[in-house]
Nanobody, 124 residues
Framework: VQLQASGGGLVQAGGSTTLSCVAS????????MGWLRQVPGKEREFVAV????????YYADSVKGRFTISRDTAKNMVYLQMNNLKPEDTAVYYC??????????????????WGQGTQVTVSS
């Protein structure tokens, strides 16, 4: 599977934006789909994931209540709706696949196929 993320850009603090990730090659229904992010000089970190079975979602505490992950299986796409953005949300955001057990979904090392990343910059 190949992934391509889009939708990043410059957003004011308190604003909203939606990231999109389109897959090609294989259906996303085979994978748990995650969004992860990275700030220069820091490790990648987990943001959100949507499970392939049942569609249950999980979030990092830092984004819970502000971000929403969703998927459209028919379009082979995954989205990240980001509301009430904060300057500390500034990062490159990646969509990625995983098939790891539940306890492993919060570790970015368990994500195997990554999109190219899209920059989100939140101005204060």
């Amino acid at each position: 599977v190949q992934l391509q993320a889009s939708g990043g850009g410059l957003v004011q603090a308190g604003g909203s934006t939606t990231l999109s990730c389109v897959a090609s090659g294989r259906t996303l229904s085979l994978y748990d789909m995650g969004w992860l992010r990275q700030v220069p000089g820091k490790e990648r970190e987990f943001v959100a994931v949507i499970r392939r079975s049942g569609g249950r979602t999980y979030y990092a505490d830092s984004v819970k209540g502000r971000f929403t992950i969703s998927r459209d299986t028919a379009k082979n796409m995954v989205y990240l709706q980001m509301n009430n953005l904060k300057p500390e949300d500034t990062a490159v955001y990646y969509c990625a696949t995983t098939t790891v057990v539940l306890s492993g979904i919060f570790d970015w090392n368990n994500y195997k196929t990554w999109g190219q990343g899209t920059q989100v910059t939140v101005s204060s």
